[in-house]
């Protein structure tokens, strides 16, 4: 198989960028979002077919600001500069930016002035969404305008010869209606691509790649229950079949029931060896004490790894370890944008909390894929609806759903409320609906009356977000009905909780989970 076309996103700084590879993406077109300081020859790997330069807060014309890479244009690849990206492009090329007489926030009207395939089927005059504080002054030779607003004469712009094109306002964005349409008409239209990026096409790349990385060696596999490591086990077992024995550890950090309910799903669909391992005792002892978020994730991390180098040294021949690592983990988890130091969100259980001294290969066959991406190679895989959407669940489990210590105690109260809202939430028909639903025991205690005796009970906190990646979010509007029935249970069922408050924070500022 040929290698897989690219469109390749430069990343700027914008809130946005992920969008942009998502809106790529749904085109069925593969893209991928990169630093816009990467150097060229990884680029020139990639095979690119366009770039997409996105936005940012700098100011193009500041002496530190990040800059358009020789390459873009030595290309000559069909160019979409996208705000920042756009003012980029005419001060690299010649233009003048400055900043604007009014700054430009929010919904615009653009007024399309001459035809163009940019803009193919779609009508002369459309809401955009603008944020910018800058624009272009003056385009740079050979550039002609091919749309205004009110405050930015210039808006959308094209060379006239090369398909090379800036655009002001922001199309990623669901506030831009047609805006999909605009990306959809730079990749077909423009560019000439094909819509190839289908889960078929994934899995038949992916088990050629596996295949070639793996020879006639061993995988195992670090299943947790979850979507992510069950799909990609089942890829790598697609690939290499019964070479990969995949490891199961019951860490005692699992909802209620879920040991038993998950194993009896994966046994009965992954084609491969399944391996359970009993370690609760193991992992509470080396969280005993512990209350900073990033050492337990840490202390998991490298647990999971310890219990896997045990098993696999029983496994003649196992050299590579398989996870379920997805596009949002790498971008969460990796420098910033712009090459300066990163203000790290939290380190991911599949990519920050691996020891330095990890003797196994990883295989990562999900790593570039977003989570609906994930759920629909699932699917393709035969793998049932009732594991692929399964809610996502952290990999160190219940610590970090409960802030402090971990005990056993605490997973007692915490697995009992999280049975609650799991079971309530789905009675209400709502589960499908919600990205995730769960409980959160929180380390502050709160005074309240039982019978005639003052109480001083746990408080615990819950979290229902709507979301189709997980990389945003938005607090879900439960019906008070439902949260006043999980609350009156919670408080009368679980032993240890006196009250029960609602988290109504998106993402951002706010993460999903709460360590």
Not at 24 to 42: A, F, K, Q
Not at 130 to 147: K, Q, W
Not at 459 to 483: C, F, H, K, N, Q
Request: net charge neutral; aromatic share 8%.
């Amino acid at each position: 198989m040929g290698r897989r076309e690219t469109v390749i996103i430069l990343d700027y700084g914008s809130q946005y960028a992920q969008l942009i590879a998502r809106r790529v993406r749904e085109c069925r077109v593969y893209s991928e979002l990169l630093p816009w300081d990467t150097p060229g020859e990884e680029i020139t790997k990639l095979n690119p077919k366009a770039f997409i330069l996105s936005g940012g807060p700098a100011s193009v014309y500041e002496e530190d600001a990040p800059s358009l890479p020789p390459y873009v244009i030595e290309s000559n690849l069909p160019v979409l500069g996208i705000c920042y990206g756009m003012q980029l492009l005419a001060h690299h090329l010649g233009g003048r930016v400055a900043p604007a007489g009014r700054r430009e926030y929010g919904p615009a009207r653009l007024r399309v002035l001459q035809p163009d395939p940019l803009f193919e089927g779609l009508p002369e005059t459309m809401q955009v969404w603008m944020s910018h504080s800058d624009r272009v002054e003056e385009m740079p030779p050979d550039f002609i305008t091919l749309a205004c607003t009110d405050n930015s004469p210039c808006a959308v712009m094209v060379h006239r010869t090369r398909p090379i094109y800036g655009i002001q306002f922001h199309p990623e964005v669901v506030h831009t209606p047609y805006g999909r349409n605009i990306i959809a008409n730079f990749l077909f239209k423009v560019c000439g691509l094909d819509a190839t990026w289908t889960p078929g096409s994934f899995i038949e790349e992916s088990v050629a790649r596996i295949r070639n990385q793996v020879g006639d060696g061993k995988a195992i596999a670090a299943l947790s229950g979850g979507v992510d490591s069950s799909v990609a086990a089942a890829i790598v077992g697609k690939a290499i079949g019964k070479r990969l024995t995949c490891i199961f550890v019951d860490h005692g950090l699992l909802r209620e029931g879920e040991s038993s309910r998950v194993l009896s799903l994966l046994r009965k669909h992954l084609d491969a060896q399944i391996v359970l391992v009993e370690a609760k005792e193991r992992f509470l002892r080396k969280l005993r004490g512990v209350t900073d978020p990033e050492e337990k994730r840490r202390i998991i991390g490298e647990e999971f790894i310890r219990v896997f180098e045990e098993e696999a040294s029983q496994l003649k021949d196992a050299k590579f370890l398989v996870q379920g690592t997805i596009y949002p983990d790498v971008i969460e988890s990796r420098a910033s944008a712009t090459g300066k130091a990163a203000a790290r969100i939290k380190t991911h259980h599949n990519v920050g909390g691996l020891p330095a001294d990890m003797r196994f290969e990883l295989i990562e066959p999900l790593r570039y894929l977003f989570k609906d991406e994930v759920r629909e190679v699932g699917l393709a895989l035969g793998l049932p609806e009732e594991l692929i959407y399964r809610q996502p669940f952290p990999g160190p489990g219940l610590a970090v759903r409960i802030l402090g210590e971990v005990t056993e105690e605490r997973l007692r109260i915490l697995r009992a409320a999280d049975a609650i809202v799991t079971e309530e939430v789905e009675r209400a028909g709502l589960a499908k609906e919600l990205w995730q639903y769960f409980a959160i025991l929180t380390p502050i205690r709160s005074v309240g009356v039982r019978g005639d005796a003052r109480a001083y009970d746990y408080v615990v906190a819950i979290r229902a977000v709507l979301s189709t990646d997980g990389m945003t979010a938005d607090w879900a509007r439960l019906p008070y009905e439902l949260l006043a029935r999980i609350s009156g249970r919670i408080v009368n069922e679980v032993p240890g909780v006196g009250r029960v408050v609602y988290d109504i924070t998106p993402k951002p500022p706010a993460t999903i989970e709460w360590e």
